[in-house]
């Protein structure tokens, strides 16, 4: 006699029960070579210090929106972006936000949680994105290991940290040279053409999306600047340091 189930099953086949799939997990190998030769920060480390960072990764993806951390939260882990774009922010007493960096394919993340015991700001998905993530022990034995790769990781940090100290010393300035500021250092990340609406721009040099049209449309004006949406080309860049007295 055929059981409840059994009937049940073949009169609704899609009613019955299905594992639920699991995510693939990249071979070390796969994501090694990714790390190599589309992070800047790891190009010039060894190719085994790389291989041993691609063994302890797995992969998560996240929707346009989503946080990946929130101010204050354990920083357990360090992530390199393979698709997709992030935005780091730092929310001031007012609750104002400050976007102090956008993060690409091929950009570190999370680098907090190499010395911190929680993150310092808010990392958020502004596209659809897959994240390499790589376990905070797992970092740091690295970093213990090989000075070379120490070595880049407080590169990377002296570059953010020279941007906040220019953003810091011009805060009391109008808006157009905290503008002109981010985009200097965007083009250290980017080069000339700059893969950014004037909004986000706005946003790292902490003023609203309108100021920052308005700055730069004068920009573009004076021969500065050339762009349309959702992307500009610096066309002077000497003319651009002169804006903030730069050699």
């Known amino acids: 006699m055929t059981s409840k189930s059994a009937l049940r099953h073949d009169a609704y086949p899609d009613l019955r029960p299905r ?8 071979s070390p190998a796969r994501t090694a070579e990714f790390l190599k030769t589309a992070v800047p920060l790891l190009r010039r ?8 960072l691609a063994r302890s990764a797995v992969e998560r993806r996240y929707a346009a929106g989503d946080h990946v951390c929130r101010t204050g939260d354990p920083a357990l ?23 102090i960096e956008v993060m690409v394919p091929g950009d570190v993340s999370g680098l907090a949680a190499v010395a911190c015991q929680t993150y310092p700001g808010e990392v958020v998905a502004t596209r659809d994105t897959t994240l390499i993530v790589l376990p905070r022990q797992a970092v740091a034995r690295s970093i213990e ?25 011009l805060s009391r300035e109008k808006a157009a040279k905290r503008i002109v500021a981010a985009l200097l250092y965007l083009y250290h990340k980017f080069g000339f053409t700059l893969p950014l609406s004037r909004a986000e721009i706005g946003e790292m040099a902490g003023t609203t999306p309108e100021t920052a049209m308005r700055a730069v449309k004068v920009l573009q004006k004076r021969g500065l600047l050339n762009g349309g949406r959702g992307a500009l080309t610096l066309v002077d860049l000497p003319g651009l340091k002169a804006e903030l007295d730069l050699p």
């Open 19 to 26: 594992p639920r799939p699991q995510p693939a997990l990249p």
């Open 45 to 52: 480390v060894p190719a085994e210090v790389i291989l041993e």
């Open 77 to 99: 882990e360090v992530w390199v972006v393979k698709e997709g774009r992030l935005t780091v922010n730092q929310c001031g007493w007012r609750g104002n936000r400050l976007s």
């Open 145 to 169: 290991r090989h000075p070379l790769l120490a070595r880049e990781v407080l590169y990377a940090y002296g570059q953010r940290l020279h941007y906040i100290e220019t953003l810091l010393t």
